[in-house]
């Protein structure tokens, strides 16, 4: 069964800074891509960044790039979003997602399988 795990949400302050991880078990491979995805309320679930499994760079929506970094781990079954510079429109739930193995994900949700519960975050003023 796969699973995946989110954590490191909460409250934060305005231009302060966030690290989310999550953690993938149960995928019979190492070669899928991991990706992050907000979702605010009322509005369409949006794509944040994300990393293939052939360790080609992350990407990211343009919108964020610069303070999001995505990463993922040695293991390759975990990936980081490191959130700086936060504000309040950045206020959502953070999803992490997995493709199928071999397959690379992209900045569509359609194209991950597997997702996590999400974790809130709340940038305050």
């Known amino acids: 069964q796969v699973r995946l795990v989110e954590s490191g949400g909460g409250l934060v302050q305005v231009g302060g800074s966030l690290r989310l991880s999550c953690a993938a078990s149960?995928?019979?491979?190492?070669?899928?891509?991991m990706g992050w995805f907000r979702q605010a309320p009322g509005k369409e679930r949006e794509f944040v960044g994300a990393?293939?499994?052939?360790?080609?760079?992350?990407y990211y929506a343009d919108s964020l790039k610069g303070r999001f970094t995505v990463s993922r781990g040695n293991a390759r079954d975990t990936v980081t979003l490191q959130m700086d510079n936060l504000k309040p429109e950045d206020t959502a739930v953070y999803y992490c997602?997995?493709?199928?193995?071999?397959?690379?994900?992209?900045?569509?949700?359609?194209?991950?399988?597997?997702w996590g519960q999400g974790t809130q975050v709340t940038v305050s003023t």
């Open positions: 997602a997995a493709s199928r193995p071999y397959y690379s994900g992209s900045s569509i949700p359609t194209s991950y399988a597997y």
């Open positions: 149960g995928l019979p491979a190492t070669n899928y891509g």
């Open positions: 990393v293939d499994g052939s360790g080609s760079p992350p």
